[in-house]
């Protein structure tokens, strides 16, 4: 048996799990790294990375590894998946938590000081004069809509349009922002169960399956149709929201336990046959 270095720790548990499971079917098997790369045509400073939680193998190098050990590749993928999930968002924040350069103030021209602008002429002093006059009157006619608006018993939450001033003519700005329908985010799909049996098997009216692969980040009513066939079988998988989350993982390895199958969390064709029995 080799002797594995241990995984870094801000590895993903999700990451951590795929590369578990492959450091031990390549145990089992007793092919060292070399004889491995000979196999799935990937080299062996590439399986030191990836089962050194270094980098994330590739679809086909799960394949390749699944093949040179004799191995059932559907598990492995549906596992390789989720951890492909996982280790882009990990790279998402990571990248997002980068701290952004600072850009520097911009400074308008009528601010430079008169050394550096030099002496400026009468014409543009009056320009800048009727510009800092337009503006103070559009924001007192905009106070004095707003107070009209107010004392007429209108709504406050809804502020009257700032006015824009554009090429010394005052004019409503068009507002950028949505109601707060439009914005609010829409509601999470609501599922009901109604469990039937159907030729032997049961069902809840979501999903007719039996055979998707199912693990820990996945939606859909799939998901819904695991969740309330755990719930008839006696075990809480949590809400029925269609989200596979850490609860419904745990429900799926109690019921795996209780049907003697492989405890892994992931729901596949030998768990859905348990679920639907």
Same mark, same amino acid.
């Given at each position: 048996m080799s002797r594995w270095a241990a995984l870094p720790a801000e590895l993903d548990p999700r990451v951590r799990q795929l590369v578990v499971r492959l450091r031990r079917l390549k145990d089992h098997s007793g092919l060292s790294l070399r004889q491995l790369a000979a196999r799935t045509g990937y080299s062996q400073k590439s399986w030191e990375r990836y089962l050194g939680g270094r980098s994330l193998p590739p679809r086909e190098a799960v394949e390749g590894l699944a093949r040179a050990v004799d191995e059932e590749p559907t598990r492995l993928l549906a596992l390789h998946e989720v951890a492909a999930e996982a280790w882009r968002n990990g790279r998402r924040e990571a990248s997002a938590g980068e701290p952004e350069r600072e850009r520097e103030p911009l400074v308008a021209p009528e601010s430079l000081s008169a050394e550096a602008?030099?002496?400026?002429?009468?014409?543009?002093?009056?320009?800048?004069?009727?510009?800092?006059? @337009? #503006?103070? =009157? *559009?924001?007192? %006619? +905009?106070? @004095? #809509?707003? =107070? *009209?608006?107010? %004392? +007429?018993?209108?709504?406050?939450?809804?502020?009257?349009?700032?006015?824009?001033?554009?090429?010394g003519q005052s004019s409503p700005a068009v507002s950028e922002s949505m109601p707060p329908s439009a914005s609010a985010s829409p509601p999470a799909p609501a599922y009901t169960c109604r469990s039937e049996r159907v030729d032997g098997h049961w069902y809840a009216g979501l999903s007719r399956t039996r055979d998707a692969i199912l693990a820990n980040g996945h939606a859909g009513p799939e998901v819904a149709e695991a969740q309330c066939l755990l719930r008839r079988a006696g075990i809480s998988p949590g809400a029925v929201d269609g989200i596979f989350g850490p609860v419904t993982e745990r429900a799926v390895r109690q019921v795996q336990r209780r049907a003697g199958l492989v405890v892994d969390g992931i729901i596949g064709p030998h768990t859905w046959k348990a679920l639907r029995q």
């Open positions: 602008t030099g002496p400026r002429s009468p014409g543009r002093s009056l320009r800048v004069a009727l510009v800092a006059g @337009a #503006v103070a =009157l *559009v924001l007192a %006619l +905009s106070t @004095a #809509v707003l =107070l *009209v608006v107010r %004392l +007429s018993g209108g709504d406050p939450a809804q502020p009257a349009s700032p006015l824009v001033v554009t090429g």
